[in-house]
C-alpha cells in the first residue's frame, strides 16, 4: 500500500469508531531552527505542538477524551469521574469536558495540593468540579467505585475514567496525531521523542505506526516508572487499541486483517525505545538537564515546558542530540504533550 492510501485506511477504519471532537486538530509541526543550531545538529529539529490542542488549555488529554467520552459511553450518564494527583493535566482536562458535555464532575485526587489557588489545581476548581481526596494513588480505585455507587444510589450513572484517559479507546487518539504527523512529514525518517507515564499516548502512536507501515523511531521518556515498564505498558494498550479498533470496525479475531494487524502492532511496540535516565529524583522533581531543556525551549523556540512530563523528555531529546545518538537522523520531532499549566502551581 502507498503512504497515502495507508494513511487513508487507517483514517477510515478510526472514522467508525465514536468520538466527541474537542481538540484544535491537526496540531501544527513547528520547524525550531534557533534551537537546531544551538544544538549544532544538522537535523531539521521539529515541535509537533499538542500543547495547542486547545480544549480545557490543552495537552495530549484532549485527543484521549475525545474516544473516552464517545457519544454512546455518554447515552444516560449524569456524572464523569476520574483520578489523578493534586495538579493533573488530565484531570483539568476532564473537568472542562464534563461542564462542556453537561456532566457533573468528580475528581478523586489523591494528595492536597500544596497551592489550591494555581495551575491545574485552580483550573479543576474553576471548571466545577467536585474534588474528593484520598491519602494515596493505591486508594483511587476504591474511592472511584465508591463514587460511582453513590451517584447510582441517588438515580445518576457514572462513566468512570481511568488515569490518564489511557485505555484501549484513549489510545485511538494518538493514531490521529500519528497520521498527522506522517502527512507532515511526508513519510521522511524521523526520531520522535515524547514524555510518557500511563502510557496511552505512545500506545496510540505505536497503533498508528503499525496501521501506516511508517517506523520513525519513537522514544518514550518516563516521568516516573522503569523504563520497562513503560514500554509494557505502552504496548499492551496498543495491542488492546488494534483488537478494539478492528472490533468496532466490524472484524472480529478471525480476520486476516485483524490478526495482521496486532503482529504489526507487536512489532512496532517492541521498535520503541524507553528510557528513564532523565527521571532524577523523582516525578516532577527538576534536574539540571530538564531546567537546561526547559531554558532552550523558552528562549531558542518560544515554547513553554512543564516539570513533571515535557522538560524531561526534551531533556532527553538535547542530550542524544549533543551526544551525536542521532548524527544523520534528517529529523528530530518533539511531541509537546502540553502540561504547561504546571508551571504555575
Ligand atoms: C503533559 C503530559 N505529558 C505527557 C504525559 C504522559 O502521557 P501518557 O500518560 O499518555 O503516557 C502526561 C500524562 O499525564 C502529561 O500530562
Not at 494555581?118 to 476548581?125: I, K
Not at 488494534?242 to 466490524?250: F, N, P, Q, R, V
Not at 532552550?296 to 551526544?323: C, N, Q, S
Request: proline letters at 5%.
Amino acid at each position: 500500500m502507498g503512504d497515502a492510501t495507508a494513511a487513508r485506511a487507517a483514517l477510515k477504519q478510526l472514522a467508525r469508531v465514536g468520538r466527541t471532537r474537542l481538540a484544535a486538530t491537526p496540531t501544527p509541526l513547528v520547524a525550531v531552527p534557533g534551537l537546531a543550531a544551538q544544538l549544532q545538529t544538522a537535523a531539521t529539529v521539529h515541535v509537533k505542538a499538542d500543547a495547542w490542542t486547545g480544549f480545557g488549555l490543552g495537552g495530549n488529554k484532549v485527543r484521549k477524551l475525545e474516544y473516552e467520552l464517545a457519544p454512546k459511553r455518554l447515552e444516560g450518564a449524569t456524572d464523569l469521574v476520574t483520578p489523578g494527583g493534586p495538579h493533573s493535566n488530565h484531570c483539568r482536562v476532564a473537568a472542562a469536558a464534563a461542564a462542556r458535555l453537561g456532566l457533573e464532575c468528580t475528581l478523586v485526587v489523591d494528595g492536597v495540593p500544596e497551592n489550591a489557588g494555581r495551575g491545574n489545581a485552580a483550573l479543576h476548581r474553576l471548571f466545577g468540579a467536585r474534588i474528593v481526596t484520598v491519602e494515596g494513588r493505591s486508594q483511587r480505585e476504591a474511592a472511584m467505585e465508591a463514587e460511582a455507587r453513590r451517584i447510582a444510589t441517588a438515580g445518576g450513572r457514572a462513566l468512570v475514567v481511568p488515569l490518564g484517559a489511557s485505555t484501549p479507546r484513549g489510545a485511538l487518539g494518538y493514531v490521529h496525531a500519528l497520521v498527522e504527523l506522517h502527512h507532515q512529514l511526508n513519510g521522511a525518517a524521523a526520531w520522535v521523542f515524547v514524555s510518557s507515564s500511563s502510557g496511552g499516548t505512545m500506545a496510540g502512536l505505536v497503533l498508528g505506526c503499525a496501521l501506516l507501515g511508517w517506523r520513525p523511531q519513537l522514544v518514550a521518556v518516563s516521568a516516573d516508572d522503569p523504563a520497562d515498564r513503560i514500554k509494557s505498558v505502552a504496548a499492551d494498550l496498543a495491542v488492546k487499541a488494534a483488537k478494539l479498533l478492528c472490533e468496532d470496525a466490524g472484524s472480529g479475531p478471525e480476520s486476516a486483517w485483524h490478526a495482521d494487524l496486532v503482529e504489526r502492532t507487536r512489532e512496532a511496540a517492541e521498535a520503541v525505545i524507553a528510557t528513564d535516565a532523565f527521571v532524577g529524583p523523582g516525578y516532577g522533581r527538576p534536574t539540571p538537564a530538564s531546567d537546561d531543556a526547559t531554558l532552550l525551549f523558552a528562549r531558542r523556540a518560544g515554547f513553554v515546558l512543564d516539570p513533571f512530563y515535557t522538560a524531561k523528555a526534551a531533556a532527553a531529546m538535547v542530550e542524544w542530540i549533543r551526544d551525536g545518538k542521532l548524527d544523520g537522523v534528517p529529523h528530530v520531532v518533539f511531541l509537546h504533550t502540553g502540561g504547561h499549566p504546571a508551571l504555575f502551581r
